[in-house]
């Protein structure tokens, strides 16, 4: 019986990783500090462009 119960764990566990690297990410990919700070530089520089005629 105990031996039984330990197969039964461990492919419990296995199921649950698997099942969970298959599950689709909800946190955003991390951007470091410094790359904010030049995206940031950057859509401040951009060119406006005014739709007035």
Do not use: G, W
Not at 11 to 40: E, G, M, N, T
């Amino acid at each position: 019986m105990n031996r039984q119960k330990k197969l039964k764990q461990l492919f419990k566990a296995k199921a649950k990783k698997a099942s969970a690297k298959l599950a689709p990410k909800s946190k955003p990919k991390y951007i470091c500090k410094a790359d904010r700070l030049k995206l940031a530089t950057e859509s401040s520089h951009a060119p406006v462009i005014c739709a007035e005629s």
